[in-house]
């Protein structure tokens, strides 16, 4: 069995090796691969990514133009060969360290999907107005869908491959966290949540997704409940 880590990359220079490196020294019982999706970085970060493949073995897509971190994500998924499949941010809001408590379930035969809920771990920190849009759009999945996901937007989300293959998904940007458990939950499956440790970075740091991002978000989950 293995893990494939999809790692979606834009203008990440300050962190992009780090990032390798802690998920390379991350401890699983399985095998891992590394898939780094770069979306026409313009800051140096393809510089370092084309070094680091002289010396480590990653999968690296480098795209032509910048279409969105949903788009990568969704090469990711057609590039890995892993019988597991979890998504990883390039910036260290999130520990790798996480991935043995998260594919554990899955693993022992519990679930076919675990999210690592960044809200039930009691060390995490949030920023305000990232916190406040994150949750109203959870509280509209869990009022149209009548679950207990308390985490919907986290990066942290790993899959059995077989169940990633049932599905078509379509968006480009951050929006496809949405479509992702939209669908899980119209189809009555069970997401199981771990706890997983946040630190978030400031937008000096380089975070990408502004409080705005809250009302496309919001937007999509209107727009998948209703697709059918």
């Known amino acids: 069995m293995k893990l494939s880590v999809i790692i979606p990359v834009y203008n990440e220079v300050s962190t992009i090796s780090e990032l390798i490196k802690r998920v390379n020294l991350s401890e699983i ?45 969704r090469k990711g998924f057609d590039a890995a060969t892993g019988e597991l499949i979890i998504i990883q ?33 009691p060390e995490s920190e949030f920023m305000f107005k ?3 849009a ?7 999945m869990q009022l149209l869908f009548r679950n207990s996901v308390n985490d919907a937007l986290t990066c942290y989300k790993v899959f059995d491959k077989r169940l990633l293959n049932r599905f078509n998904f379509r968006s480009d940007g951050f929006d496809l966290d949405v479509e992702i458990t ?42 998948y409940w209703l697709i059918q």
């Open 29 to 73: 019982s399985i095998d891992k691969e590394i898939i780094i999706v770069d979306g026409n970085s313009t800051d140096g970060t393809i510089a370092v990514l084309k070094e680091l493949e002289k010396t480590i073995n990653l999968k690296i897509i480098y795209e032509e133009n910048t279409k969105g971190k949903g788009l990568a994500v």
């Open 89 to 121: 941010d390039a910036d260290l809001e999130l520990n790798p360290n996480e991935y043995a408590n998260l594919i554990k379930p899955i693993i022992d035969g519990k679930t076919s999907v675990v999210f690592g809920s960044r809200f039930m771990h």
């Open 130 to 132: 990232t916190y406040f």
């Open 134 to 140: 994150n949750k109203i759009t959870v509280l509209c």
């Open 182 to 223: 939209v669908k899980l939950l119209k189809e009555k499956i069970k997401i199981y949540e771990s706890p997983v440790k946040y630190l978030p970075r400031s937008y000096k740091e380089g975070k990408k997704i502004h409080w705005k991002h809250g009302f496309k978000m919001l937007f999509a989950v209107f727009k």
